[in-house]
């Protein structure tokens, strides 16, 4: 592909927009898994000869990526909410059953996702805080882009949080 680096950022931003706009309306619409959303998505995209399948792989990397990492802090919220010392007998002790059970399918998700949760320079991710792993510097990343190497040590490995 013969673009300029900046045309091809806007390429692969527009490109993950789309993919996980895509994939969370799949989502939403029915009981699918997240994989099985991402892959239709893709599919569905992919018919349109947009993309490159190179380009739509590691896209579709980054999306699962992010929405991953934000299941785990899902999961964490909820085990958070119920606390058993805020919640009653009865209903209540119900609601904390269903709510538990909710918040162990987001911790089996988020551990399959902890491996995916290494963010490196050259991605394209989602807004957040990426905090180099070298020197624990923190980078804001205001709207969706691609992942600068440190600004102080130049490193290229980060983690994420909103």
Do not use: W
């Amino acid at each position: 592909m013969n673009e300029n680096p900046e045309n091809h950022e806007k390429h692969e931003v527009g490109l993950y927009e789309k993919l996980a706009s895509r994939t969370a309306e799949l989502l939403e619409a029915g009981r699918t898994t997240l994989d099985d959303a991402l892959k239709r998505a893709r599919e569905e995209m992919a018919k349109a000869g947009e993309f490159s399948e190179d380009q739509m792989d590691r896209v579709a990397s980054y999306v699962k990526r992010d929405i991953m990492e934000n299941a785990h802090r899902a999961t964490k919220a909820v085990r958070e909410a119920i606390d058993p010392h805020r919640v009653a007998a009865g209903a209540q002790s119900i609601f904390s059953r269903i709510l538990t059970s909710v918040a162990d399918s987001l911790s089996d998700l988020a551990k399959k996702a902890e491996e995916h949760l290494e963010f490196k320079a050259g991605e394209v991710t989602s807004p957040g805080t990426l905090t180099c792993q070298e020197f624990q510097t923190d980078l804001h990343m205001k709207t969706i882009g691609r992942i600068p190497p440190c600004p102080k040590c130049h490193k290229t490995v980060f983690r994420k949080s909103y």
